[in-house]
Nanobody, 114 residues
Framework: VQLVESGGGLVQAGGSLRLSCVVS????????GTWYRQAPGKQRELVAA???????NYADSVKGRFAISMDSAKNTVYLQMDSLKPEDTDVYYCNVLIYNSEYWGQGTQVTVSS
């Protein structure tokens, strides 16, 4: 199973980015897709998660600004990020749960300038 993330970059405060995580390999179904973020020297933080049934949960810091979604036909997990703030600057990692195994992407840098 491989995960390829894309969509990160540099954006001004108040702007938007859409992260994508394409999952390939021996996949029957993605049971859960999760986006985490991590800054150097800090713990990895859960940003948003979605189950195959469509249930979602978000970190308080991103509620109302970020939206996670999953396209099962494309084996892709998305993170729509709006009203970005400088404190959203981090490396964002995709994580998926397939059967009972978790897989990680390589991370994509998001930088928000003030």
């Amino acid at each position: 199973v491989q995960l390829v993330e894309s969509g990160g970059g540099l954006v001004q405060a108040g702007g938007s980015l859409r992260l994508s995580c394409v999952v390939s390999g021996n996949i029957f179904r993605i049971n859960r897709g999760t986006w985490y973020r991590q800054a150097p020297g800090k713990q990895r933080e859960l940003v948003a998660a979605i189950t195959s049934g469509g249930s979602t949960n978000y970190a308080d810091s991103v509620k109302g600004r970020f939206a996670i979604s999953m396209d099962s036909a494309k084996n892709t997990v998305y993170l729509q990020m709006d009203s970005l703030k400088p404190e959203d600057t981090d490396v964002y990692y995709c994580n998926v749960l397939i059967y009972n195994s978790e897989y990680w992407g390589q991370g994509t840098q998001v930088t928000v300038s003030s």
